[in-house]
Nanobody
Framework: QVQLVESGGGLVQAGGSLRLSCAAS?????MGWFRQAPGKEREFVAA????????YYADSVKGRFTIFRDNAKNTVYLQMNSLKPEDTAVYYC??????????????????WGQGTQVTVSS
């Protein structure tokens, strides 16, 4: 069983930046970031394939967020720039043991982190 541990969340003003990190205890294939705001379902944010050469983003974050991974460190990152109040949510890291490519659906991931709060003030 692979464990994922997120870090890097916090409070930031609109227009600011944060970088989230997710360290895995073992090897994973495709990885992604999801977020969940109060009263809403968990939604896809970004995904990266096993090699790191392919990425995919939700329209709401495209051009502002960047996902990348360091396989030597078993770590995936989410660089978030130009943050908006609507980006406020708990952010979850996810890893797949089945798929090496891009995945955007919650059920396609097998491992989840505990979540890290990101709050963007206006």
């Amino acid at each position: 069983q692979v464990q994922l541990v997120e870090s890097g969340g916090g409070l930031v003003q609109a227009g600011g930046s944060l970088r989230l990190s997710c360290a895995a205890s073992g090897r994973t294939f495709g990885m992604g970031w999801f977020r969940q705001a109060p009263g809403k379902e968990r939604e896809f944010v970004a995904a990266v394939n096993w090699s790191g050469f392919s990425t995919y983003y939700a329209d709401s974050v495209k051009g502002r967020f960047t996902i990348f991974r360091d396989n030597a460190k078993n770590t995936v990152y989410l660089q978030m720039n130009s943050l908006k109040p609507e980006d406020t949510a708990v952010y979850y890291c996810a890893g797949s043991s089945r798929y090496s490519g891009i995945r955007t659906v919650v059920d396609e991931y097998d491992y989840w982190g505990q979540g890290t709060q990101v709050t963007v003030s206006s």
